[in-house]
């Protein structure tokens, strides 16, 4: 029950995306998503989980893109320049210049991928890579890699199932 209450806002962030997953496109959806999302980006920040943090931005931008349907174009561009300013600004600090990095990277270039060209073989790499990069984090002690592990697991099936459907 504590680690709940440590994590609250990031539990219900994982909620809410979970509640929104099977709901049909719409407002409602939307709301639900753009809402569990800010609060995964209060989570990273309150958990100093920068790489997480950085990600669900980008997630958040993605997201309200295919909300207002913005051009393909610009999504893409959008989407492609926030990666490289992310990547940019991480590098910057020597403890992510490793392996581990490496996969968090390639799990964020694989949902940039995916918000960009709404494919779900993006989502896929995405959510595996991303989990995978989770649960390196947990293991070296940063406590918010569980969740996002947890997430990134649920989203990366669910685009594995999509694929295969």
């Known amino acids: 029950m504590e680690l709940i209450k440590q994590n609250i806002v990031g539990v219900l962030g994982l909620i809410a995306l979970c509640v929104a997953i099977p709901l049909s496109h719409g407002a ?40 207002a349907e913005v051009s393909p174009v610009i999504t893409w ?9 992310t990547a940019l600004r991480l590098l ?4 992510y210049r490793n392996f581990a990095t490496i996969l ?3 799990g964020l270039a ?3 991928f995916g918000y960009a060209t709404l494919n779900p073989i993006g989502y896929a790499i995405g959510g595996v890579c991303s989990a995978c990069y989770s649960i390196i984090l947990f293991r070296q002690g940063i406590k918010s890699g569980l969740l996002f592990a947890l997430l990134n697991v649920i989203y990366g099936a669910l685009a594995i199932y999509v694929i295969f459907k």
């Open 28 to 67: 409602p959806q939307n709301v639900i998503n753009v809402v569990g999302i800010s609060a995964l980006i209060i989570y990273a920040w309150q958990g100093r989980n920068t790489f997480f943090l950085y990600l669900e931005l980008i997630v958040l931008l993605g997201t309200l893109l295919q909300i």
């Open 92 to 95: 910057q600090n020597s403890a």
């Open 104 to 106: 968090g990277f390639t």
């Open 110 to 112: 694989g949902l940039v």
């Open 77 to 85: 561009t959008a989407l492609t320049l926030s990666f490289f300013v």
